[in-house]
């Protein structure tokens, strides 16, 4: 009998850690390709004191960022309160063979890298940080209240993914690790003829015997209350299909700045959850019966315990599903955490350190003034 003498490579485990606040799709960019450099991610997210420590205070709290960073496809482990100066002995805890962060420097509050100490143990590795996205960027959209981060229609009226990189989607649909098979998302753009005319990826097909699940919304500023529903949606079948509909959908019935991520943020963060199968970008604000059964066959149309706005005719936009008795509410534990939540804790932020700053100025002022009163007293 011949002897197995070759044995199974022991899984190459990456580490990627951070504050993981209000994710967007650099997060998850930087997840993804650090997933590709091994076959296990696991990732620590820093406590709101490790961050307030050395950075200051965060809009997400820390389980809020734990969950998060859980729902992200590409994770195999969170490790929550995960220590802001990465050290050879946390790698070691964790069996991790190396650490990988953005091409960028992050420093502690007393001005060292965090990273030192992983990097002169050959433990660190780069990837390329995404341009154009930080958490700061969002925070300055809510607080100035712009629109130039929307994307355009096409001239035909159909929602335009003109700004969406095909190759951002297409590294966004698969799950696939170093060694691993890629498991891909499916991506759709949703024209009036409802025809999948933009692919980029071979995508999950539903079984025969799948039963199909359909949401859609905004998903702006993608959170633990987006993840929640995408969850409880997925669980009542099999195969999730999620419809994200363009900027001026969502700006002519919510007004103002909104949506605060264009199209493209959007669809990407939606497309990182490790709970959707499909994204139809671009859909539309009503269900209509082209969504029901052009490409597949929907057996349910789910929607959030939260207040539906009406379309722009002023009708329901679930009125097809609801006639057909395939309307179903999600009770979602996490609906108090909303877009508009997030926002208004931006603005409480701000007017504390606004405020903040005022008493210490204003501090400051009578300190001058008692200073040059004292020195005219002396001359007296």
């Known amino acids: 009998m011949a002897t197995t003498t070759t044995q199974s490579k022991k899984p190459v485990r990456v580490w990627v850690d951070g504050c993981f606040d209000m994710m967007h799709y650099g997060h998850a960019n930087a997840l993804r390709q650090a997933k590709t450099m091994g076959d296990v991610l696991v990732v620590g997210v820093h406590s709101d004191a490790e961050i307030a420590k050395n950075k200051g205070p965060t809009v997400m709290k820390e389980d809020e960022r734990y969950a998060a960073v859980a729902a992200c496809k590409w994770v195999d482990q969170v490790v929550p309160d995960a220590p802001y100066n990465t050290t050879v002995e946390i790698l070691r805890e964790y069996d991790i063979d190396f650490c990988v962060h953005g091409d960028d420097i992050t420093t502690m509050a007393d001005g060292t890298d965090c990273y030192q100490a992983v990097k002169d143990a050959g433990l660190y590795r780069e990837c390329k940080r995404t341009a154009g996205v930080s958490t700061t960027e969002l925070v300055g959209r809510m607080l100035l209240m712009t629109r130039t981060h929307h994307s355009k229609r096409h001239s035909n009226g ?6 969406i990189n095909s190759e951002d989607l297409g590294s966004f649909s698969t799950t696939s690790s170093r060694r691993s098979p890629p498991r891909r998302t499916t991506v759709s753009h949703f024209l009036p003829t409802s ?3 933009v692919q980029f990826s071979e995508g999950l097909e539903p079984k025969p015997s799948d039963r199909v699940i359909y949401v ?13 529903f995408l969850k409880r949606a997925k669980a009542l079948g099999d195969f999730l299909i999620v419809g994200v509909h363009d900027d001026q959908t969502v700006n002519a019935i919510k007004g103002s700045n909104f949506p605060l991520m264009n199209l ?25 019966e082209d969504i029901l059964n052009k490409e597949y066959t929907v057996h349910v149309v789910a929607h959030s315990n939260t207040v539906t706005e009406p379309d722009l ?4 936009p679930y009125e097809l599903p609801k006639q057909r008795g395939i309307y179903q509410i999600i009770d979602n534990p996490n609906s108090t955490i909303t877009t508009d939540g997030i926002i208004e804790r931006i603005i409480d932020n ?11 100025n204003a501090k400051a002022t009578l300190e001058q003034e008692k200073e040059a009163e004292e020195k005219l007293h002396a001359r007296n």
């Open 158 to 163: 159909g929602s335009s993914i003109a700004s």
């Open 195 to 197: 025809k999948r005319i």
């Open 216 to 228: 859609d919304g905004t998903f702006d500023l993608f959170h633990v209350g987006h993840v929640e």
């Open 264 to 288: 493209h943020e959007r669809a990407l963060s939606v497309l990182a959850c490790r709970y959707v199968d499909e994204v139809i970008i671009g859909a539309p604000y009503s269900v209509t």
């Open 313 to 316: 005719d002023g009708k329901d």
């Open 350 to 360: 701000r007017m504390v350190y606004e405020e903040r700053q005022k008493r210490k």
